[in-house]
């Protein structure tokens, strides 16, 4: 593949239309579909999103892009795809869309990774350099006595920490060549001091064991499948069935989107998917509005690696970029009606439209009591009902 001359951007001003830019030789290897730019327009400069790339663009007067954001696209082609269609299907601005499908905190590209630094031994060290080193600068000795007892890399506030040693012996040591500092990137998790006790599947009654085949069954079959209602009351076990079709969903290499009210996701809900899949716990990510823009940042990214396989969180997380598109497991867990389940900013948009949208997805809601407009909604739309 040749490298794009012209990218067409979406930027993020309430425009109505795509524009043209050129890209800069030293860029062109950089840019692809979905990548954030930074490009200059009328007097200032902006954000924008690459939404196709050309060897060639009738536009004149054509400006280029002033820097990528970011090493790699962070929007995928079939994200894009479902931003366009709900565009077009729910009258909404495309710009408008653009904002929902990214975090703010990932939109601005205002936050990036915590670093810390760690320090480890720089070479091999002999007890008669250690003895030399105790009798001239003895606090040095004792700090690197410490160091030479780390079996890896360690972080050095918190050596520093555990030893009351200060900075400066630090960087004593550091200028003599004895011990390396280097800096690398922490990930800022929420639930890191938390610790999750693994559980094990509850046996299911016979109306959950055959809401569990139906899935599976469409687990298998995704092209085949219609998308899954869940009937039951409160407390009837909707959420073990969605824990047990999930891990089905992860032995097949597929994904999983857990989408619950903002008010029911509480540390108990957190828990209880961190619990189950304990083997897998980094597998697990979590999105809401109580995160920092940090631990937001940092969890929207294990995602888009690929390292979070399980994302939970509220409706916007519908847009969460897990690698596996085209197998895509989505398990919707309400507690309210199912109509209402309107996204930020874009107001028409209901996530449940969205995740229909996601291509070769088997798709799961639960719905807490019987409606007669739901009902008949479930028959227009071809979706199965299960209680």
């Not at 050129?22 to 007097?43: D, I, W």
């Amino acid at each position: 593949m040749t490298n794009p001359s012209y990218v067409r951007v979406i930027i993020d001003r309430a425009i109505h239309r795509e524009l043209d830019y050129a890209v800069p030789e030293g860029l062109m290897n950089r840019v692809g579909v979905g990548s954030r730019v930074r490009v200059p327009f009328r007097e200032k400069s902006a954000l924008a999103t690459v939404v196709a790339v050309t060897e060639q663009s009738e536009a004149k007067g054509i400006r280029l892009i002033e820097a990528v954001v970011g090493e790699a696209p962070i929007l995928s082609e079939q994200l894009l795809e479902l931003g366009r269609w709900i565009s077009a299907y729910y009258c909404c601005a495309i710009e408008t869309v653009m904002r929902s499908l990214l975090p703010q905190v990932i939109r601005r590209a205002e936050v990036g990774w915590k670093k810390q630094l760690f320090v480890q031994p720089g070479r091999k060290i002999d007890n008669e350099e250690l003895e030399k080193l105790r009798k001239r600068a003895p606090r040095q000795a004792e700090l690197l006595e410490a160091i030479l007892r780390l079996e890896a890399p360690t972080r050095a506030s918190q050596l520093l920490r555990q030893t009351s040693l200060d900075n400066q012996t630090l960087r004593a040591l550091v200028k003599r060549g004895l011990v390396e500092l280097r800096e690398e990137a922490v990930v800022r998790d929420p639930h890191a001091d938390e610790q999750f006790i693994a559980t094990s599947n509850l046996i299911l009654n016979q109306e959950q064991t055959h809401a569990l085949k139906e899935i599976t069954l469409a687990l298998d079959s995704p092209e085949k499948s219609r998308p899954i209602l869940l009937h039951g009351v409160t407390g009837s076990g909707k959420t073990e069935i969605y824990l047990q079709a999930i891990r089905a969903a992860l032995d097949r290499g597929r994904t999983a989107i857990v989408l619950v009210p903002e008010i029911s996701l509480t540390p108990q809900t957190v828990e209880r998917f961190k619990g189950r899949f304990a083997d897998v716990q980094d597998a697990v990510a979590v999105l809401h509005s109580h995160l920092s823009e940090g631990e937001r940042h940092d969890e929207w990214h294990k995602i888009h690696s690929g390292r979070a396989r399980i994302a939970i969180g509220a409706r916007s997380a519908v847009f969460a970029p897990l690698k596996t598109w085209d197998s895509l497991s989505s398990m919707k867990n309400t507690r309210r009606h199912i109509n209402r389940k309107k996204l930020p900013d874009i107001t028409r948009v209901t996530s449940r439209s969205c995740a229909r949208r996601l291509r070769n997805a088997s798709r799961s809601w639960g719905a807490p009591r019987r409606h007669s407009r739901a009902i008949t909604m479930l028959q227009l739309e071809n979706i199965s009902w299960l209680h």
